[in-house]
């Protein structure tokens, strides 16, 4: 059957990590491999799509989103292109360590008294994390994405 065409031209495909908006499942104890599967998942059913010409698919990533079309690009190579936005050459935990120093370098009198300490916790808490065999770690009163985080 003749594809239909989407208004304009073009189409787009958007959707929430597992637990997030009305998405179903558990954004916690979802790791970044399953994350990958199921944009791959997403990608296979775009192209499959009826209104969608598969030879002119094109996936765009945000951050960590940037990291899985890295992947997803490598791994399906009749994509069209891959748009990368905000994304990182260095590991997840270096980037994090990044962005607690930048943090602590914009703090304000008096809260500056506290940056190397916040730095120093938020670099105990990576350790914590990367040493963890948990889906979900605890600290102090907060749930942590500890597989993913891994991962």
């Known amino acids: 059957s003749p594809r239909r065409s989407p208004p304009h031209g073009v189409g787009s495909l958007r959707f929430d ?11 916690l104890t979802t790791g970044f491999e399953q994350e990958t599967r199921d944009a791959a998942a997403a990608l296979y059913a775009l192209q499959l799509a009826d209104a969608v010409d598969g030879s002119r698919v094109t996936v765009i990533g945000h951050s960590v989103g ?16 891959a748009v990368l936005l ?12 990044w962005q607690s120093e930048r943090i602590a370098a914009s703090l304000r009198w008096p809260s500056r ?9 938020q670099e105990h808490i990576r350790q ?12 102090g009163r907060t749930d942590l994405p500890a597989r993913s985080f891994r991962e």
């Open 17 to 27: 990590k597992r637990g997030v908006g009305r998405s179903s499942g558990d954004y």
């Open 66 to 81: 940037a990291t899985i079309t890295m992947r997803l690009a490598g791994e399906n190579q009749w994509l069209a292109g």
């Open 86 to 97: 905000s994304a990182s050459i260095q590991s997840g935990a270096e980037v994090m360590r």
């Open 113 to 121: 008294l506290f940056a190397r300490p916040l730095v120093q916790r």
């Open 128 to 139: 914590r994390l990367l040493a963890s065999t948990d889906e979900v770690l605890r600290i």
